[in-house]
């Protein structure tokens, strides 16, 4: 029988720490990035391609499978992990962020949310409960509570409220996940509270008091607030976090706030930014993000990002890549997905390795990046 997930911290640099998560599935290695599997697919990257860009982990979303193709034909086809034929650790979300940036009707009271299919535009209910048995007939490694997700603006009582309410459907959740005895499967709480920092803090302590946790997530960030609110809720929240916990900042993978969030103490990270900005054309470099549609690439012979060691970089030219976006060619968007995975996986170990080398190499390094992707930086 395999345990669930355990943390170690194995230096630390200020509040910057490197450190292993080990899982039924194998270790992951923070701070680390995680490609996000929405459908049970890092669009257009295949699992072995994923371990080639260095993906230890990879998220999947129990709402999108729960509707389509549905959780119980997954664990009859043998689960998430034999579904998409990735044996590596796996996160689940639960479905709260979905439900609740759900264009149309939508009810949500304390039994759990009644909303709209985006499949078929069917009434739906999501409870606490459901969330948890959704998880665990898909057996990921790590589920995710169900949580009431708020606007980035939203004001204090509607933030009271949905705080409120998550630490309610956390204590049910956690008992349906006991009940079904999912001993490999591990859950994680989530934070809330809007960007005031007396809810985030009674938020996080609530949670505590609900434990023992294997791990905490802090969400709700990223979602139209002002950069320096989120900054400022992760700072709060870093002084009083258990530092035996890894945290995971969810839905948070640009570059810069990769490099800031571990900063302040966080340790994973999930986006779809890499594979969404990969489709459209744009890339990521070390000096900013470029669009390669652009026809100033047209007669470019370089690499797409002369330090980057993926299969993109080192084959193709960005006047061939240029040529492939306008042409319409589904190389294209699959080569962009590519280097942008490995872009932010090289970032986050990066990152770990100037921790490791203690001192102020993390702070320089830090400070060296920040300098060179401002500089020339388009977003
Ligand atoms: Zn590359």
């Known amino acids: 029988m395999s345990s669930p997930p355990t943390f170690r911290v194995t230096a630390a640099d200020g509040a910057a720490r490197a450190g292993v998560l080990m899982t039924p599935h194998g270790e992951?290695?923070?701070?680390?990035?995680m490609p996000v599997g929405t459908k049970a697919t890092v669009k257009s990257v295949d699992p072995q391609e994923l371990r080639g860009l260095g993906a230890d982990i990879v998220l999947g979303n129990?709402?999108?499978?729960?509707?389509r193709p549905g959780a119980e034909l997954i664990a009859e086809l043998g689960g998430l992990h034999r579904f998409m034929a990735w044996d590596g650790p796996i996160l689940t979300d639960s479905g709260g962020f979905q439900v609740f940036s759900l264009e149309g009707f939508r009810k949500v009271d304390d039994g759990g949310v009644e909303f709209q299919s985006h499949v078929d535009g069917?009434?739906?209910k999501l409870t606490p409960e459901r969330?948890?048995?959704?998880?665990?007939?898909?057996?990921?490694?790590?589920?995710?509570?169900?949580?009431?997700?708020?606007?980035?603006?939203?004001?204090?009582?509607?933030?009271?409220?949905?705080?409120?309410?998550?630490?309610?459907w956390l204590a049910r959740c956690k008992q349906r996940h006991e009940q079904l005895q999912t001993s490999e499967q591990t859950l994680w709480p989530i934070i809330q509270g809007g960007t005031?920092?007396?809810?985030?803090?009674?938020?996080?302590?609530r949670?505590?008091?609900?434990?023992?946790?294997?791990?905490?997530?802090?969400?709700?960030?990223?979602?139209?607030?002002?950069?320096?609110?989120?900054?400022?809720?992760?700072d709060v929240l870093e002084a009083r976090l258990p530092p035996t916990l890894p945290r995971y900042l969810m839905g948070v993978g640009f570059p810069a706030d990769l490099v800031a969030a571990v900063e302040r103490?966080?340790?994973?990270?999930?986006?779809v930014a890499p594979t969404r900005g990969g489709r459209n054309g744009s890339a990521f470099t070390p000096e900013g993000t470029l669009n390669i549609r652009n026809a100033a690439y047209r007669t470019d012979d370089g690499a797409l990002d002369p330090s980057c060691d993926c299969e993109t970089c080192t084959t193709y030219s960005r006047g061939y890549l240029r040529h492939l976006f306008v042409a319409g060619e589904l190389l294209g968007l699959r080569l962009l997905s590519l280097h942008n995975v490995r872009y932010l996986i090289r970032l986050a170990a990066e990152r770990r390795a100037a921790i490791q080398r203690g001192g102020d190499a993390f702070a320089t390094w830090a400070e060296d990046w920040r300098r060179r992707y401002q500089h020339t930086g388009v977003a």
């Open 28 to 33: 992951v290695l923070t701070p680390a990035f």
């Open 62 to 67: 129990s709402y999108h499978l729960h509707f």
């Open 122 to 124: 069917g009434r739906r």
């Open 131 to 168: 969330a948890i048995e959704i998880q665990a007939t898909l057996g990921s490694d790590i589920a995710m509570a169900f949580d009431h997700v708020i606007p980035g603006g939203a004001d204090e009582a509607t933030a009271r409220d949905a705080l409120d309410r998550t630490l309610q």
């Open 196 to 205: 005031l920092p007396a809810l985030r803090t009674e938020s996080l302590d």
């Open 207 to 234: 949670i505590m008091e609900l434990g023992p946790w294997t791990g905490i997530a802090i969400g709700g960030l990223s979602v139209g607030e002002p950069k320096d609110k989120m900054y400022q809720t992760i």
């Open 265 to 271: 103490g966080i340790d994973l990270f999930d986006c």
